[in-house]
């Protein structure tokens, strides 16, 4: 057998790996994980270099589901690249709709009226609890808490995609919001079922962390695992509920102050350690959060238009120039940047994902630990391959 | 009731007449309802089968949260016997095909096809696995998995609904219960001269090579007017 390759075997500064000692050499195993895993989370794949079960490199493979998503912008209309961006993201459809549709609106100029600024945190919110609902079943499944936790998510999901199906038409697809507005008004019994729900989404969360927050093996195999120090999170772009989990305040809600957000009194949880109990916790709290949103919303939800009478549908051409839109998704800030030369089509179309960029600092998170810590610290950082591969 | 009894070579024979049924299908019920069960091998083997449809834990994108959601509390799979997802290719009996295929995805999804032991099915879940979907313009999406293997269920829909899945596994159990084991329908894991491994594609340098399977995709036929042939 050739002498391996040790010059991967350096352990990085801060990390908890062992020096490995040199007659272990020969033992280092190279294992891959995915694109087939039930953990993955979709179809990613890590190729895991073991020293015994201890982590000590990580590869990140992707482009298992690279759908072109930016070429095809670049060759539909501005309208026609709105149900794609349905399935960029395919959890948080709504969110990514508003994303979209605020580039375009800052791109051409055009207003939203108070009432569409309202649905759409109505709709905002309503997704994150969603997403992060599924989010903490996901998490759970990975730890092998088989089946239970991710059943009661779902069924709270079904709840909030049946509201999602009265309105927009489709359950996962929504494809709802517009430029200079949104596409249906709600109905009053629309609205009623936001609010039941709403009005039951407590109890839920008092259930569910019940079951799971306090929960001694839970927290055995969640707390210290997988921490991300705030100054890593910051340089790698990091953002959402992982930067917050790390301690730093960055939620654009607060900083950009988009929509209507402003109005509305909520805090934003921090985490203290930047570990994957953190990261569980701080979406947790995030819930609760948005339930305090979803009832300012439906309390103060103002009468009127729901599209500015200036925005065009069909023929829609900006005016030449370039526009950035970005919004707090569930995940962490998604954003569309769009370059305009006077066409029906965008010349340039990007999307900043916020699970790509999240994913980067994956192997800084695994070094020192097992692989069955590698599972449950992916599932903590809530990636979506649609959004990842793009 | 079927043939199973006759041999092969006799239900070939241009003169051979249908086989006699022995009972007929009201007699049946008659004696069911006495509470005597009469049936075949074939009749019990495909009902205890089509039952225990064992899909793979294998989801590729969208359709994925549907599937998971069909084997929730809502739509909850397990009452139609295929709760049982496992994560092994050795271990199941049915692929969905959930998702888009991409060509770098394709080689992966045809491996695990092969990996499945027979007797095993597909099931074409949503436009994307079907045709390529909305992303079917693209330079890396494959325009249908029914060009590489065979695929027994398709169902439409960008995603199809829980429901739409539970309707599509409905329809491969009535398939299933109507295979017979001999003759020349029989499925590929009773007969010897079917190849059961489809061949693994790789990435060229352009596409993927090769870019079908032809003994189960054949591209379709020009349509020539006849004033123009």
Same mark, same amino acid.
Do not use: A, E, M
């Given at each position: 057998m050739s002498a391996p390759d040790s010059s991967f075997l350096a352990p990085p500064a801060g990390s908890q790996v062992r020096a490995v000692h040199d007659e272990f050499h020969g033992d280092l195993l190279e294992v891959s994980m995915g #694109?087939?895993? #039930?953990?993955?989370?979709?179809?990613f794949r890590m190729i895991v270099t073991l020293d015994g079960e201890t982590i000590v490199k990580l590869k990140p493979v992707f482009?298992?589901?690279?759908?072109?998503h930016e070429k095809l912008g670049e060759n539909t209309s501005y309208l026609a690249s709105m149900p794609y961006t349905d399935r960029l993201d395919y959890l948080n459809s709504m969110t990514n709709n508003w994303a979209y549709a605020l580039a375009v609106e800052r791109l051409a100029g055009l207003a939203v009226p108070a009432r569409a600024e309202y649905l759409r945190v109505i709709l905002a919110e309503l997704t994150r609890l969603l997403n992060h609902s599924c989010l903490a079943g996901f998490l759970l499944q990975d730890c092998g808490c088989s089946g239970t936790p991710l059943m009661y998510a779902f069924r709270e999901r079904e709840k909030i995609l049946d509201l999602f199906e009265s309105l927009s038409g489709s359950r996962m697809m929504c494809n709802f919001q517009r430029f200079g507005g949104c596409r249906v008004d709600p109905s009053a019994d629309w609205l009623a079922g936001v609010q039941q729900l709403t009005d039951g989404y407590g109890a839920f969360l008092d259930e569910f962390e019940a079951l799971l927050t306090g929960n001694e093996i839970f927290m055995a195999r969640t707390q210290g695992v997988g921490r991300l120090a705030a100054p890593l999170a910051i340089s790698a772009g990091v953002t959402g509920p992982v930067l917050r989990a790390s301690g730093v305040a960055h939620d654009l809600r607060k900083v950009d102050g988009y929509g209507a957000y402003p109005q509305f009194d909520f805090r934003v949880p921090l985490g203290d350690h930047g570990d994957t109990y953190d990261r569980y916790m701080v979406r947790i709290l995030e819930m609760r959060e948005s339930i305090q949103i979803l009832r300012q919303a439906l309390a103060r939800l103002p009468d009127g238009p729901i599209m500015d009478p200036k925005a065009k549908l069909r023929g829609f051409r900006p005016k030449a120039g370039e526009a950035y839109g970005r919004i707090e998704g569930p995940k962490g800030e998604i954003g569309f940047y769009l370059i305009s030369d006077g066409s029906p089509n965008p010349y340039r179309y990007r999307v900043r994902p916020p699970s790509f960029i999240n994913l980067t600092i994956l192997e800084d998170l695994c070094l020192g630990h097992t692989v069955a810590d590698a599972v449950i610290i992916l599932g903590s950082v809530d990636i979506v391959l649609g959004e990842v591969d793009r | 009731m079927s043939d199973a009894a006759l041999p092969p070579d006799s239900a070939a024979a241009p003169a051979a007449t249908p086989a006699s049924e022995p009972i007929t299908p009201a007699q049946r019920d008659d004696l069911r309802r006495q509470g005597i069960l009469l049936t075949s091998i074939e009749e019990l083997y495909n009902w205890g089968r089509s039952h225990s449809v064992w899909p793979l834990n294998f989801g590729l994108a969208c359709c994925a949260i549907e599937m998971i959601a069909a084997s929730m509390a809502r739509f909850d799979i397990a009452r139609f016997g295929s709760e049982v997802f496992r994560p092994s290719p050795r271990q199941a009996d049915l692929l969905i095909v959930s998702g888009t295929v991409t060509k770098k995805m394709a080689p992966q999804v045809i491996r695990l096809w092969n990996q499945m032991p027979e007797p095993k099915y597909c099931i074409a879940m949503g436009a994307c696995a079907i045709s390529?979907?909305?992303?079917?313009?693209?330079?890396? *999406?494959?325009?249908?998995i029914d060009r590489f293997i065979p695929v027994d269920i398709f169902i439409p829909g960008c995603p199809p609904r829980p429901e739409a899945l539970l309707h599509g596994l409905v329809q491969l159990q009535a398939k299933i219960r109507g295979q017979p084991l001999t003759g020349p329908d029989a499925p590929r894991h009773l007969r010897s001269d079917v190849e059961c491994n489809c061949p693994i594609p790789e990435f060229g340098a352009h596409d993927l *090579?090769?870019?079908?399977n032809p003994t189960v995709w054949q591209p379709p036929q020009p349509i020539v007017r006849p004033d123009k042939a």
């Open positions: #694109p087939h895993h #039930p953990s993955t989370h979709g179809v482009g298992y589901l690279h759908r072109n | 390529g979907g909305p992303f079917k313009q693209g330079y890396n *999406v494959l325009k249908g *090579v090769p870019t079908q």
